[in-house]
């Protein structure tokens, strides 16, 4: 707009009377705008997720490393994650879980992103509770949480990681959901090895925090299913201590939460396995 142009706009808005005057003059002003509304906005979503990549790939490569680990920076990262569940569980009164894990798809630093994952799982409960299995990189660190509706929104209920519980096998943990009225669930750390050895835990949000039930040992050539029935686990129960690769003895266990406890209610033993060759 040109020197003259302008002042003869002002000529007309001042023959104008005095209030249609103002609103021609916010209404000249608001035309003149750039159109960057939504931009700020925008620019910082797209700087907090390259931010929470670049933690994330940090606490990975300082796992490897052997690095000495922080609790506030893997809570920052954390909390990252905790803000975009609670977006998309607060976003829809029944959130479609494949479209979300698409989404915590697109945040992973690695590429190809072995071993870095992000899911949300459903728990089951009344109103429905869910968890995230949270995997920072092949060899971790990991870490578990759980969001609960309180006065009808979503946010953090309860957490499992190495911090909170010094017992948690934080390493390439899956999640699985056993009994979803009771909100009993079992992680397994691990089986990333040649052996596909694991450490299973089952665990019972009880509205405020997630109450450890059980543990298994590390288990060798180890594999594992949920299905009505209960929890079921195979390994090897007896290894031959001369040839690792090799089982002397596998076993099958079967786990059930009954009357408020975790039980093992089945075990048997599964003939001798010899593991393929690599």
């Not at 005095?18 to 979503?45: K, N, T, V």
């Not at 990549?53 to 680990?69: D, F, I, Q």
């Not at 975009?84 to 690695?110: K, T």
């Not at 050895?197 to 594999?223: C, E, I, K, Y």
């Amino acid at each position: 707009m040109n020197n003259h142009f302008f002042k003869w706009r002002l000529k007309i808005s001042a023959a104008l009377p005095p209030a249609p005057a103002l609103r021609f003059l916010a209404a000249f002003a608001l035309l003149a705008l750039p159109p960057i509304s939504f931009g700020p906005r925008a620019q910082s979503a797209a700087d907090g997720a390259e931010e929470f990549k670049a933690a994330a790939a940090a606490l990975s490569a300082g796992r490897l490393n052997g690095g000495v680990e922080s609790e506030a920076r893997q809570e920052k990262a954390l909390a990252y994650l905790d803000s975009v569940a609670a977006s998309i569980l607060n976003g829809s009164p029944a959130p479609d879980l494949e479209i979300a894990n698409q989404r915590l798809a697109a945040l992973v630093s690695h590429t190809p992103p072995v071993g870095e994952n992000y899911r949300l799982i459903k728990l089951g409960g009344t109103p429905v509770t869910y968890a995230m299995a949270v995997n920072f990189g092949l060899g971790g660190p990991a870490a578990v949480r759980i969001y609960a509706a309180a006065a009808g929104r979503y946010g953090l209920a309860a957490r499992i990681d190495h911090f909170a519980q010094k017992d948690f096998y934080d390493s390439d943990i899956e999640l699985v959901p056993v009994s979803l009225s009771d909100q009993v669930f079992v992680t397994i750390g691990g089986r990333t090895d040649d052996l596909s050895t694991g450490m299973f835990a089952a665990w019972r949000f009880d509205g405020h925090r997630a109450v450890p039930l059980w543990s298994s040992d590390l288990l060798q050539q180890s594999n594992y299913e949920a299905d009505a029935s209960g929890f079921h686990i195979t390994y090897c129960g007896q290894p031959d201590e001369n040839r690792p690769s090799e089982c002397l003895k596998m076993a099958r266990d079967l786990y059930r939460y009954q009357n408020g406890e975790w039980k093992r209610t089945e075990t048997a033993e599964l003939p001798a396995m010899k593991s393929p060759a690599k």
